[in-house]
C-alpha cells in the first residue's frame, strides 16, 4: 500500500510545482527547511491518493513512509496517522502518539505540524499530565516548540485556554518568526473561544515585550482604534519595533 500511495504521488508530480513548493516552504541554504525536497504534488492530491487505503496500513508502516526524504510522503504518512488516531482505540491512540513524539525530527515543517499537532498531541492529552508540552517549548528543535504550541489548539477549540497561555509565555522570548507567528495566531484563539478579556490580559502584562509579529497576530481580529492601541504602546516603548 505505501508503494501505492509513492507511485500516486509521483502520478501527480510537477516539477515546476515542485520549485515553487521549495521556495514557498524555506528549502534554501540557511533556511527554515534547508533541504528538503519536494515532489510537486498538493494537499489535496495527498489526501485523494491515501483515501482508500489508509485503513489498511499500519502505524509502524506509516512511520517507514515518514522517513521519506520527499515532504509529501511525509505529509502522507502523518494524514493516515491522524485518520488512524481519530478511528482507534485508546490503545492506538497512545501507540500513536508515541510514535509521532519519537519521530518529531521528520515533522519538520509548519504545514506539517499544523496538520497533525493538534489531532494528534493535542488529541491525545486532552484530560491528561500535559507536562510534556512544556518540555517540548523548551526544546532546541523550532518544530517541536511548534507542535508544542500548535497541540493547544485542541485544547482552545473546546474552551480550556490554560496550557495555551503558558506555553505562550514560555515562548515569548523566542527568536523564530513561525514560533512568533503559532503563539500569535493561538492568543487570536483564545480571544476568540475564551473570551477577549482573557487574551487581553494576557497582551497587557506582555505586550511591551511581545515581538512585533507575535502581537500583529493576535491582535488581527481587533477593531482599528484597538489595534492601534497596542501597536502605538509597543512601539513607543520599543523604538526598535517601529519599522
Same mark, same amino acid.
Given at each position: 500500500?505505501? &508503494? !501505492?500511495? *509513492? =507511485?500516486?504521488?509521483?502520478?501527480?508530480?510537477? %516539477?515546476?510545482?515542485?520549485?515553487? $513548493?521549495?521556495?514557498?516552504?524555506?528549502?534554501?541554504?540557511?533556511?527554515?527547511?534547508?533541504?528538503?525536497?519536494?515532489?510537486?504534488?498538493?494537499?489535496?492530491?495527498?489526501?485523494?491518493?491515501?483515501?482508500?487505503?489508509?485503513?489498511?496500513?499500519?502505524?509502524?508502516?506509516?512511520?517507514?513512509?515518514?522517513?521519506?526524504?520527499?515532504?509529501?510522503?511525509?505529509?502522507?504518512?502523518?494524514?493516515?496517522?491522524? &485518520? !488512524?488516531? *481519530? =478511528?482507534?482505540?485508546?490503545?492506538?491512540?497512545? %501507540?500513536?502518539?508515541?510514535?509521532? $513524539?519519537?519521530?518529531?525530527?521528520?515533522?519538520?515543517?509548519?504545514?506539517?505540524?499544523?496538520?497533525?499537532?493538534?489531532?494528534?498531541?493535542?488529541?491525545?492529552?486532552?484530560?491528561?499530565?500535559?507536562?510534556?508540552?512544556?518540555?517540548?517549548?523548551?526544546?532546541?528543535?523550532?518544530?517541536?516548540?511548534?507542535?508544542?504550541?500548535?497541540?493547544?489548539?485542541?485544547?482552545?477549540?473546546?474552551?480550556?485556554?490554560?496550557?495555551?497561555?503558558?506555553?505562550?509565555?514560555?515562548?515569548?522570548?523566542? %527568536?523564530?518568526?513561525?514560533?512568533?507567528?503559532?503563539?500569535?495566531?493561538?492568543?487570536?484563539?483564545?480571544?476568540?473561544?475564551?473570551?477577549?478579556?482573557?487574551?487581553?490580559?494576557?497582551?497587557?502584562?506582555?505586550?511591551?515585550?511581545?515581538?512585533?509579529?507575535?502581537?500583529?497576530?493576535?491582535?488581527?481580529?481587533?477593531?482599528?482604534?484597538?489595534?492601534?492601541?497596542?501597536?502605538?504602546?509597543?512601539?513607543?516603548?520599543?523604538?526598535?519595533?517601529?519599522?
Amino acid at each position: 500500500m505505501i &508503494k !501505492k500511495i *509513492q =507511485k500516486e504521488l509521483r502520478a501527480e508530480a510537477s %516539477k515546476e510545482k515542485a520549485r515553487e $513548493l521549495q521556495r514557498f516552504f524555506k528549502t534554501g541554504p540557511g533556511e527554515y527547511a534547508a533541504g528538503d525536497k519536494f515532489l510537486g504534488a498538493m494537499v489535496p492530491q495527498i489526501r485523494a491518493a491515501i483515501k482508500k487505503c489508509w485503513e489498511e496500513i499500519t502505524p509502524d508502516e506509516a512511520r517507514k513512509l515518514l522517513e521519506s526524504e520527499f515532504h509529501e510522503e511525509r505529509m502522507a504518512a502523518l494524514l493516515i496517522l491522524v &485518520k !488512524k488516531f *481519530q =478511528k482507534g482505540d485508546d490503545k492506538t491512540k497512545r %501507540k500513536i502518539f508515541d510514535l509521532y $513524539l519519537k519521530n518529531t525530527k521528520y515533522v519538520n515543517n509548519w504545514d506539517l505540524v499544523d496538520l497533525t499537532a493538534p489531532q494528534i498531541v493535542g488529541g491525545y492529552l486532552e484530560g491528561k499530565d500535559k507536562s510534556i508540552l512544556f518540555k517540548l517549548a523548551r526544546s532546541k528543535s523550532l518544530w517541536e516548540r511548534r507542535i508544542a504550541m500548535l497541540a493547544t489548539f485542541f485544547f482552545i477549540k473546546n474552551g480550556d485556554c490554560r496550557a495555551a497561555l503558558e506555553i505562550a509565555e514560555l515562548l515569548l522570548g523566542d %527568536k523564530e518568526d513561525l514560533i512568533h507567528k503559532a503563539v500569535g495566531w493561538a492568543l487570536r484563539e483564545i480571544g476568540k473561544r475564551c473570551g477577549r478579556e482573557i487574551e487581553e490580559d494576557f497582551l497587557n502584562k506582555h505586550y511591551k515585550t511581545m515581538p512585533r509579529m507575535m502581537l500583529r497576530y493576535a491582535i488581527e481580529k481587533f477593531s482599528g482604534e484597538r489595534r492601534e492601541h497596542y501597536m502605538k504602546r509597543a512601539s513607543l516603548k520599543h523604538p526598535s519595533m517601529v519599522k
